[in-house]
């Protein structure tokens, strides 16, 4: 039985012959290909010589395909697809994984880790939804999601408690060191107070300040938490927000805690996932990843 492949030409000759055939252009080959043109035509004169048959018709405006090059050209192009397709087999691939999570919990918490994420794990290609609807599993191919509330989230679902809920009140220091660091509830009145779509503010001040009614203080309100925290740093008000939210500002120095206080909620942040059997390669490295973090 012979061995090998003897009548089997180069083959980069025949990756060349190929894009040839799909261009009928020497010129927008060599751009494909990374090479020059001269090299490109060098390549097809030796692969019809090696043939001993022409494959292509020089035209006064480009190039024709003899029948011969025209059904050879069908069986390199699949031929070369095979071979690229079991190269693709050979490697690993990449593992897709969609985490849905609120848009604020995605800018002030998950992004700035995403970076070391990747690092760890590049074989996981994690894709992060950040919307403010509820996102369903199954409709929206997710397959962890972050959410806020108390357990159980819906028939069929796993929950894994991955932090708690505690808000503190954030001003800029540039703002506390012009006005002064409110130490009363009249104090507090001077500063516009940064609502967000969970309105903790009468909550948050009728633990502070017991004795008094709810104030009069300025307001403004923003539909996200992520509003109301850029808002205060720019000077503009006195945000409450989670502490796992703004503790990256804080030790940055582009926010300050206003009072020692910190509310403590019966809501939490959970990871959510579906209960079913196979689940995806890598939610258990995802999960595990997003708990460490949780806990640094």
Do not use: C
């Not at 992004?111 to 403010?132: C, H, Q, S």
């Amino acid at each position: 039985m012979p061995e090998g492949f003897p009548n089997l030409p180069s083959l980069n000759a025949l990756r060349v012959f190929e894009v040839v055939a799909r261009h009928l252009n020497f010129r927008l080959a060599a751009e494909e290909l990374g090479v020059t043109q001269a090299a490109v035509a060098q390549q097809i004169r030796g692969l019809e010589a090696s043939l001993e048959i022409r494959l292509f018709e020089r035209l006064p405006r480009g190039l024709g395909m003899t029948d011969a090059g025209r059904s050879y050209a069908s069986r390199v192009r699949s031929a070369l697809s095979m071979i690229d397709e079991a190269t693709r087999l050979l490697r690993p691939q990449p593992l897709h994984l969609t985490v849905s999570v609120t848009p604020s919990f995605a800018s002030k918490w998950l992004i700035p880790r995403l970076g070391a994420f990747a690092e760890d794990y590049p074989d996981i290609d994690l894709r992060v939804l950040a919307t403010d609807k509820l996102s369903h599993f199954s409709t929206d191919s997710v397959d962890l999601a972050v959410r806020y509330g108390q357990p159980p989230f819906g028939p069929g679902l796993n929950t894994e408690l991955l932090m708690d809920q505690r808000i503190v009140a954030v001003a800029s220091p540039r703002l506390l060191a012009s006005k002064g660091a409110p130490d009363s509830f009249e104090a507090l009145q001077d500063f516009v107070m940064l609502h967000d779509a969970h309105d903790f503010w009468p909550e948050f001040t009728g633990a502070l300040f017991a004795q008094h009614a709810q104030g009069t203080a300025k307001n403004v309100r923003f539909n996200q938490t992520s509003l109301a925290i850029e808002a205060a740093i720019n000077g503009q008000g006195i945000a409450l927000a989670s502490q796992m939210f703004v503790q990256g500002d804080i030790d940055a120095g582009r926010l300050e805690q206003v009072f020692a206080q910190q509310l403590r909620l019966d809501k939490a942040f959970y990871l959510v996932w579906p209960r079913k059997a196979g689940t995806p390669p890598g939610l258990a490295v995802v999960k595990d990843w997003l708990l460490r973090q949780a806990h640094l």
